[in-house]
């Protein structure tokens, strides 16, 4: 079963900053936090991902709380290509371990 | 990042029939895995494709069912057999390279009549 929670859809309006939550309240030390998204038609998207500080790429930014036992995905300047299926995914660093996906947040950019 | 490419990318299968898919990864990767994501579902891993052996099936899938090739450390290959219709979904292949992150192909629309 995943160990994340997420809420199932979200509006954003295009232009505006995306925040997607995620909730992971079993998290353990070793277990860093994935995003993934996947666009209509296509495979999942490898986003960002996270141990305990906060990390930023081109793509997006990962904001994880100090006690981690939730984070926020955040879109800077949503287009409407953002328009997806967003996954939480937590994991721990053991190279056998798999990811689970669970149902994810769908996000709609509107114009 | 690993390019993984999956072909077919779409296909319509007869009932009973059996149709395998092959991936493709652009550079040597450590592992390789099968999901499988079902018409508004998530995605389910089928198995992990493991290089010189039998693949290791998740709890629900057998290797009667979904037969796993892994030649060598860029290419796989997953064997849907004796499809039913409870079969259409799209099967997706991803790669870990020496990261913990991992990487998928666009996918493979199965589609049983």
């Known amino acids: 079963d995943a160990k994340t929670t997420q809420p199932p859809s979200m509006d954003c309006a295009e232009g505006r900053a995306a925040n997607l939550p995620c909730n992971h309240s079993?998290?353990?030390?070793?277990?860093?936090v994935y995003w993934y998204r996947q666009i209509h038609s296509q495979g999942p998207q490898y986003i960002i991902h996270?141990?305990?500080n906060n990390e930023t790429n081109e793509m997006a930014s990962l904001i994880i709380t100090e006690d981690r036992k939730s984070s926020t995905l955040i879109l800077p300047h949503a287009t409407l290509r953002d328009t997806a299926v967003y996954y939480c995914?937590?994991?721990?660093?053991?190279?056998?371990?798999?990811?689970?996906f669970g149902p994810g947040t769908r996000l709609s950019v509107l114009p | 990042s690993a390019v993984i490419s999956q072909k077919p990318s779409r296909d319509i299968c007869q009932r009973g029939t059996s149709l395998t898919i092959q991936c493709q990864v652009d550079?040597?990767?450590?592992?390789m895995f099968w999901y499988r994501q079902q018409p508004g579902q998530s995605l389910t891993l089928i198995a992990t494709?493991?290089?010189?052996?039998?693949?290791?099936?998740e709890s629900g899938f057998v290797i009667d069912k979904f037969p796993i090739s892994r030649p060598n450390l860029t290419f796989s290959t997953l064997t849907v057999s004796n499809m039913s219709p409870e079969d259409s979904s799209i099967y997706l292949c991803?790669?870990?390279?020496?990261?913990?992150?991992?990487?998928f192909g666009e996918g493979s629309w199965l589609t049983v009549v």
């Open positions: 991803s790669a870990r390279g020496s990261g913990n992150t991992i990487y």
């Open positions: 079993t998290i353990s030390g070793n277990e860093y």
């Open positions: 996270g141990l305990k």
């Open positions: 995914i937590v994991r721990g660093d053991n190279y056998g371990q798999n990811f689970v």
């Open positions: 550079s040597q990767v450590t592992m």
């Open positions: 494709a493991n290089q010189g052996s039998e693949a290791t099936y």
